[in-house]
């Protein structure tokens, strides 16, 4: 039987992140399916709350960003022998039953990555952050040239292959960006779906920091000189 | 009234900067000489915010002529932006070092490592 790991980064995420596990189906056409957290240092028992919804924890003991732990999560998964790994968020915005579009939308193929694109119905989807999304489609596309839907999702799936061909560097949430740019230039196949982003009163309380906006923006403009 | 502001301002900041050292100092933190460095330099700050005219003496006393304050603080501020791009690529270095220990222990301690797949 071949493997699905569905790799979810998560920073004080007790609240929340068992009922997150608990809507993760199973199995997916015969591809059985594992779920890893990657605790990026929590102040709570963001560890703990998943290994008892019976996921793979592991456990960054200071706190990274975002996208080291993806790419920590990555490790983990090819480590577990996954076929499809599917990345998404620990704070409940995305849908854990769109996993199976996702995945079968890559299996049918034939495609390398499949973006969940919250941008292509943006159904609840606040219309400031709507624009900033956009401000940063364009921002990714002066960095790495390539335009795509959602460049900030972080509801994708990719083949063992297109994980292992990548080469990601951004501990933070420009990791999603440099997704795109690795996507252009590996010269993989993918393809934008749309999937629906989940706005709760949790994950509005919790929010987006206005600084992470601010440090996305920050570190494609290096990129973007250091590119010259 | 603006050059008196400013004296105080540099007195002030170079005695935080040196208790600060000091504090370092005593707790192990910062070796001798490094401690050294920054009390001779802040007091070297000091020293000509308050006597701006001794950088016209040093500078006449190795036989150049008048410079100006403004040159000194040109060159000043292409130091300081020299030390922030240093500092810049070093805390970038440090960070990516420690990303890669952090996540190697996270795969070292995880459940995959300690368990394995099996035993799910």
């Known amino acids: ?63 990274l960003g975002v996208g080291a732990a993806t790419t920590t999560g990555f490790r983990a998964a090819l480590q577990l022998g996954a076929d499809i790994i599917v990345t998404m968020d620990g704070d409940g915005q995305h849908d854990p039953r769109e996993i199976a579009t996702l995945a079968e939308t890559l299996i049918d193929g034939p495609f390398d990555v499949v973006i969940g694109s919250r941008l292509m119905t943006h159904d609840g989807m606040p219309p400031v952050r709507f624009a900033a999304n956009l401000v940063l489609n364009a921002l ?7 335009i795509v839907s959602d460049s900030q999702s972080g509801f994708k799936a990719f083949t063992r292959r297109a994980v292992t061909g990548m080469e990601l560097n951004c501990a933070g949430y420009d990791i999603c960006s440099e997704m795109v740019g690795e996507i252009y230039r590996r010269k993989f196949r993918y393809k934008s779906i749309p999937v629906r982003a989940v706005y709760t009163p949790y994950s509005h309380a919790k929010g987006q920091p206005f600084l992470n906006g601010v440090n996305l923006i920050l570190g494609l403009f290096v990129r973007l000189v250091r590119r010259g | 009234m603006f050059v008196l502001v400013a004296k105080v301002f540099s007195f002030v900041l170079a005695v935080i900067a040196i208790s600060k050292s000091y504090v370092d100092f005593r707790a192990r933190l910062e070796s001798l000489q490094i401690f050294l460095f920054w009390v001779f330099t802040w007091l070297g700050i000091v020293v000509v915010a308050l006597f701006p005219s001794i950088v016209d003496y040093i500078l006449g006393s190795f036989g150049g002529g008048r410079a100006g304050l403004g040159t000194v603080f040109g060159m000043g501020l292409v130091f300081l932006y020299f030390l922030a791009y240093r500092l810049y690529i070093k805390i970038g270095r440090v960070e990516q070092k420690l990303t890669k220990t952090v996540q190697e222990l996270a795969l070292r301690e995880g459940d995959i490592a300690k368990k394995g797949i099996k035993n799910r």
Not at chain 1, 27 to 33: A, F, K, L, N
Not at chain 1, 140 to 146: A, D, I
């Open chain 1, 140 to 146: 990714t596309f002066l960095v790495y040239g390539k």
């Open chain 1, 1 to 63: 039987m071949q493997t699905l790991a569905v790799v979810i980064p998560a920073r004080n995420e007790e609240p929340i992140i068992a009922a997150v596990l608990s809507n993760i189906p199973s199995e997916i056409r015969s591809h059985r399916v594992l779920s890893i957290v990657i605790d990026d240092g929590s102040d709570d028992d963001t560890a703990g709350a998943a290994r008892r919804a019976g996921a793979f924890v592991l456990r960054h003991i200071a706190n």
